[in-house]
């Protein structure tokens, strides 16, 4: 067997075998995961956010995605568990006063110092390029890195003084245990919340139920009005004291009695009209 020029190939180069799996830069892909917006791959710029799994996003792309949920993007996936701008939190970091970023870079000459990153932690100082486990807390969107979190042990945030939970600290960027803990408790949190709208409308069902329709039909006059308030018995003229007469005798008050009931009506009908009337 021989080819063109009497080479003889080789057992390899005939014989097809399997494939090599590809190895990729870790360093080209901590630079992607801690500088470039996951659904449009474009620079993290200001407002960043980041979702329940701890995945950086342009604010501006996560609209445009909610915003165009017929459009089948490639990328999708990465973000399909983004139902609403509330499943996103804006961060707030801090700068790195170290990072130059483009103005030493005048002839295009320059050495990209992958060790370097924009942001840093606002504790300890490490720089959020991927060497250190960073997180955020859901409650304000500080971030910090995991270090100062385990020195520094508080339930207050480091920054701003907001009180937070261990349920809202999120992992940025973490391993697939770490995404697969985040998974879980975002859906037991959307859980608890789906539960807890249901309930409360349940509530407000039954509260709408006990509710006494308006009667319909003509607006009571002074005729018609029934007395139905607990002062009714008051209002209402005293009948005289019935006394034991002769059969075929009728029932007559006397005069200081009849005078007695007429001022008694008069002085709670003084009181209680204006109210009720």
Not at 167 to 191: A, F, H, P, Q, Y
Not at 231 to 257: D, K, N, V, W
Request: proline share 6%.
């Amino acid at each position: 067997m021989g080819c063109d020029g009497g080479t003889i190939p080789k057992r390899h180069e005939l014989v097809k075998g399997p494939k090599k799996v590809e190895k990729v830069d870790k360093d080209a892909e901590l630079v992607a995961q801690w500088n470039y917006c996951t659904i449009s791959q474009e620079i993290l710029r200001r407002p960043i956010v980041a979702c329940e799994l701890g995945r950086l996003y342009n604010k501006d792309a996560v609209i445009e995605f909610l915003l165009d949920k017929s459009s089948e993007k490639a990328l999708g996936k990465a973000a399909s568990h983004i139902k609403s701008i509330k499943n996103v939190t804006e961060l707030r970091l801090s700068d790195n006063p170290a990072w130059e970023g483009d103005k030493g870079n005048t002839k295009g000459d320059k050495h990209d110092d992958l060790q370097r990153a924009r942001f840093i932690c606002p504790v300890v100082g490490l720089e959020m390029n991927g060497r250190h486990r960073f997180c955020f807390l859901r409650c304000c969107g500080c971030v910090f890195s995991e270090r100062a979190l385990k020195e520094i042990k508080a339930e207050v945030c480091h920054t701003c003084g907001a009180a937070f939970q261990e349920d809202d600290v999120i992992v940025l960027n973490g391993t697939k245990e770490d995404v697969e803990t985040l998974k879980s408790r975002m859906e037991e949190r959307r859980l608890r919340t789906k539960l807890g709208k249901q309930q409360m409308g349940a509530l407000l069902e039954k509260s709408g139920s006990l509710c006494v329709e308006p009667q319909r039909g003509p607006l009571p006059t002074a005729k018609n009005r029934k007395l139905t308030s607990p002062f009714s018995r008051l209002i209402a003229p005293p009948s005289a004291p019935r006394r034991s007469q002769p059969t075929g005798s009728p029932t007559r008050p006397t005069a200081s009695e009849a005078r007695a009931a007429l001022l008694a009506t008069q002085a709670v009908w003084a009181l209680l009209g204006p109210v009720l009337c």
